[in-house]
Structure formats: structure tokens, C-alpha cells
């Protein structure tokens, strides 16, 4: 059985939404047990089926909006972020999926649970949809604002064998999020960045890709420092949403337009639905000793569903297992 | 009367469409009158009222996808990108508009154009739309990759004159692009922008601005380094293309969809024109002697007009002039 660690207790609905998808991904997954840390009187007014699902009392509830998030780690030690995460040194929980405060997860993430030997920086990684109705996965989104491009070689190897497992794909390609696709293009950072990944046996580089085919790449790894990846990730975002709100104004303008979208509601849907997070499930953080995921905060039921979905994908593909074994190989990747 | 020039052979499909642009301008401005550099047998194919319209024979043109700007600009002085460039020290134009290669307009500019006295840093200056039909302004999209934080002070305030003149806005507000509201966020860099903006009376400073509302900002201008906000750019270009692909994929999967389609045709045309970089002509270089505006590359003859009505307005409004006179006031702003 796949142990999955749930942190009922955060995110924008918890904790229903979260204690609603784990019943459904025990309902779909034969292989996993879920342990639910939180408030065991609140959480038992959602939980109709305790079928493979523990339940660990943990009250405390770390805030979405957190401003001192390693302070409140090291404080509420009675928290259920905190002691979701702690659930995964003991073997108690082989993966944990929380929509709590992104920042505090992060930082709990590195003090409670730790990086994988050898392995120098962490990164945060989301998947993004293609308009192919594949996925891009995308890197850093934000663990390490500034890194040595040495670094990353780890981080986009990891991506590798992530896509290689959990999407199946052979021979993922990765590219460098650039301003332009030639070489030489981009800051300093960028070039020696292109320099190394161009000499490396890890994994197959494709060269520089301009955000401008952020949703259908020739390449399955968007990689750049943790700043610039995570403003693609906000700009895809802010992009999408904006573009929403201007179809549906251009749509209720008229009564042509109304006729229309009552007509192709489900297509409209459809649209949506293929753009939105929920679908893929979490940002999963590479390069922990074990697998954490970020569910987004505004997760529901299907949502959090497919964040332990993914979890579970994750430790039954032995990813993080993979790269580790490959990493203790390495003479290069000795930790400092 | 206002004189602007025009690279007539630079763009996908130049000189024909520079040609009818600027045909279509001087039908719509009553006082300025249009310089058009290029070859002059092939535009007088296209040239079909000359009112207020002077040739300028130049033969070569640089190729979009030029690899080495710089030395193009130096080496070919025949052709319509660096005669339309000079006509702006000899006065012969007030401003310059060209959708020819970017690389080399840009280094065109520096060149031939060169800064304004005292200001030290140029800022390319996209305009994008918003949800409610307003525009935002964003620099800066690739003129300098890393930059001091004290040279956008001057670049924040240009942008600022540019929105009150041209966009009537009588306070317009400043937000710096950052992964994260809250002060603090973001590099070394980011942080030491929001003290100096934070302090300065030249300009209303909002804060920082996460991409996620880039099509729904709380202020009027973004601003950032050269290599983020071209990021940006392109990850906000990237997205719109791909939800564009996709929401055409689901209105073709099913007859409902292809109905509703065909009944909101002219909806879901001014919605892809709503968003379409042509309806505002095109990305202004801050801070040089004179105005240069980029069109897009591939602007057909409506695109063109705007980029020509947009310089026009520039110089009408004196936005270069205004900038200048204070920069001439302050010690701060002394060249180095």
C-alpha cells in the first residue's frame, strides 16, 4: 500500500474539499491509504467512509496569507501542515499533498522533511497543458530565485525522469526559457545556463524557448531560475484569466453572442476545464528526500483528488528513488 | 505639420503594406505629412496618392532575422532602416516608425538615434490591453537585460508622461513586476527597486504586481528589467495563442460548437481584435534624441496607420520634449 500524507487543514476550503477528494481517491485507487492530519472533530463531520483513511489529530491551522513562514513551522509544531510533513522522516506518509500557504509548505518542506542527499537545490514544478492536450513540465516556479546554472543540471534531470515516468515520454526534451531562441541570447546566467546543458550527457537539451510557445513548446521541460519561471507560470495565469473575462464580455454583448454560449456550453467548459490546474493536480517539489506536493489553494474535491492522484503516481513510478540512485553514482553531486 | 518617417521595407510584408498604411494616415491625420524610405520603383507600385507623401530612395533592406545587428547598421547606409534613422538628426522626420528587425532597430537607434542627454538607460514600451478596454504600459521588453535600480526612476517617470499625455491618465501608477505582493518579495534587484520607488516623488508608486493580473492591473504601468518584462510579454503572447488554439479545437469538435461559432462570428472577432497588438500601433524606445516606434513584424497596413498615428501623437503631445525639460532640471540626471 502506498501511504499518502493529506494536510486537511489547508487551503481556500479545507476541510471539506480535501477530505471529500480523499474518500474519492480511495474510491480510485486500489493501491493507496491516505492519513488525514487535522482537526479530527471537524474533519469527522465530512468523512462518511473511513475506508483505508487514519485519521491523525493535529488543531492548529498555519494561515494562507503567513508572513513569517518559518517561524510558524517552527512554532505550531501542533499544526497540520507541520505534522503532515514530519509524517514523511518517520515513513509513516511516503508523499504528502497539502494546499496550505505556499510559502510556509516550502519552507516546512526543507526543515521538516529535507533535501535529498546530494541533490543542491530544490525546485517547484507545475505542469503546464499544451494545446495538443499534453503537458509541459515547468521549473523552477519559485524554490530558488537565484541558483548557480550548475545546479541546474540536477533540476532538469530530475524533470527528465519525471516525465519519462509519469508521462511516459522516452526522450523528454528540455529547453531554456529565453527572450530569444539563437544562442547567446539572454542575461549572462541564461548563456552559461545554455553553455553547460549543451555539453551534458543527462538529459537531451533543445536549445532556448521564447515564452511565446509556452503552451505548445517543442520541448516537455521548461526549465530557468526560480524568478523567471514563475513569472511564465503567473503571466500563463494572468493571460488566461484576463482572456476568460474578455471572451465572456464579447460573448453577453449581444444577443447573437448569448444564443452562442448557451449553445457551446460544453465546449466552453471543455475549454476551461483543459486549462485548469485541477485537472494535473499539484506543483510537485523535486529534490526532497520524498515527494511533496502543492496542491493550489483554491483546490476542490477533483482538484485535491488528482493532487493525490499524482502523489501516488510519483511513488509507485519510483521517481524521487531514481534520481537518488542515479545522484549516489555521481562524484560531482557529493553534497558540500 | 508633424514629419514622420517611415522604414517602408522592413515587416513581413513591406513595402506594400507600409505603403498603404501610410496612404490610410495622411487620409486620417490632417497634420502630418509621411517621409517613406525605401526602394522607390517597388513602393511606386503601391503608391497610389502621393498627397502629403515624399519617397526617399533607399535600396537595401536588413533582413529580419539579421545575426549581427550592429554590424548591418554599420555597414549599410543605403539601406531603409538607417536613412529613416538619420532623417531624425537632420530634423528631416520628428519621429520614425518601422516593423523591421528589432535587433537592429534597436541597435539602429542607439547608433544613429542616440539617447537623450542624460537619460541612462532606453526602455522598449509595449502597450497591452486590459479586461476593460484601457491599456497598460510595459517596459521594459528588451532594450537593457539587466539594469541599475536607479536608472528606472527615470524610465518609471518617462512611461509616466507617456501615459498622461497620450492615454489621458492624470496620475498614472507605477507597479513593479514581482512574484509576490507583499514588500520584500522577489531578487536583491527587485527588493532594492521597491525602496528606491517607495521613496521617490517622481512618479505614484503602486507596488509590486504579480503577472497573475497583467490583464487587470491595479495601476497603468509594469515595469521591470529588460529580460523580465520581455518575459512577460512574451509568456502573455504564448498564452493568448494557445487559448486561441484551443478554443477554436472545442467549438470544432461538435456540430453545437461549429453553430455557435458561425453565430458569434462577429463577437469572437472583436475579441481576437480587442487583444490584437495592431489595433495599438507599437512598442515606443524611452529615452532616445527622438521617437522610435517598432510595429510588429508582421503589421499589415492597420497596424501600420497606428504605429504612425501613435507617432504622431508622441510628437504632438511633446512626451520626448517633456521628459527632456525635466531631466535638463535635475542634477541627478547629469550624463556620466
Given at each position: 500500500m502506498i501511504k499518502i500524507g493529506v494536510d486537511a487543514m489547508g487551503g481556500d476550503f479545507a476541510p471539506k474539499e480535501q477530505v471529500l477528494g480523499a474518500m474519492l481517491a480511495i474510491k480510485n485507487i486500489p493501491d493507496i491509504e491516505i492519513n488525514l492530519y487535522g482537526d479530527e472533530d471537524i474533519i469527522s463531520q465530512y468523512l462518511t467512509d473511513k475506508t483505508r483513511i487514519n485519521v491523525i489529530d493535529a488543531k492548529y491551522v498555519i494561515p494562507m496569507g503567513e508572513k513569517n513562514p518559518i517561524q510558524a513551522i517552527k512554532t505550531h509544531k501542533n499544526s497540520s501542515m507541520v505534522v503532515a510533513l514530519s509524517s514523511l522522516r518517520t515513513d509513516e506518509s511516503d508523499a504528502v499533498v497539502s494546499s496550505g500557504a505556499t510559502q510556509a509548505l516550502i519552507a516546512g518542506a526543507h526543515i521538516?522533511?529535507?533535501?535529498?542527499?546530494?541533490?543542491?537545490r530544490t525546485a517547484i514544478s507545475p505542469v503546464l497543458p499544451t494545446v495538443h492536450g499534453g503537458h509541459t513540465i515547468l521549473l523552477d516556479a519559485g524554490a530558488n530565485l537565484s541558483i548557480k546554472p550548475e545546479y541546474m543540471l540536477q533540476q532538469a534531470y530530475f524533470a527528465k525522469i519525471y516525465a519519462q515516468k509519469l508521462f511516459n515520454i522516452e526522450n523528454p526534451k528540455v529547453g531554456l526559457i529565453n527572450i530569444?531562441?539563437?544562442?547567446?541570447?539572454?542575461?549572462e546566467f541564461d548563456q552559461e545556463v545554455f553553455k553547460l546543458f549543451k555539453e551534458t550527457d543527462l538529459f537531451d537539451f533543445y536549445g532556448n524557448v521564447e515564452p511565446k510557445d509556452v503552451l505548445d513548446p517543442p520541448c516537455d521541460i521548461l526549465i530557468s531560475d526560480g524568478f523567471t519561471a514563475n513569472i511564465v507560470m503567473k503571466s500563463v495565469e494572468g493571460a488566461a484569466k484576463g482572456m476568460g473575462k474578455l471572451l465572456k464580455k464579447h460573448l453577453m454583448s449581444n444577443l447573437r453572442g448569448k444564443i452562442a454560449g448557451l449553445l457551446a456550453r460544453k465546449n466552453l467548459q471543455n475549454f476551461k476545464k483543459e486549462l485548469s490546474a485541477e485537472e494535473i493536480g499539484g506543483a510537485v517539489i523535486f529534490g526532497l528526500y520524498k515527494p511533496v506536493i502543492k496542491a493550489q489553494g483554491a483546490s476542490k474535491a477533483y482538484g485535491f483528488y488528482n493532487g493525490i492522484r499524482q502523489a501516488a503516481n510519483v511513488v509507485r513510478e519510483r521517481v524521487f528513488e531514481t534520481v537518488k540512485e542515479y545522484i549516489d553514482t555521481q562524484k560531482d553531486f557529493e553534497d558540500e
Open positions: 521538516l522533511v529535507r533535501r535529498m542527499k546530494g541533490f543542491k530569444g531562441t539563437e544562442d547567446g541570447k539572454g542575461r
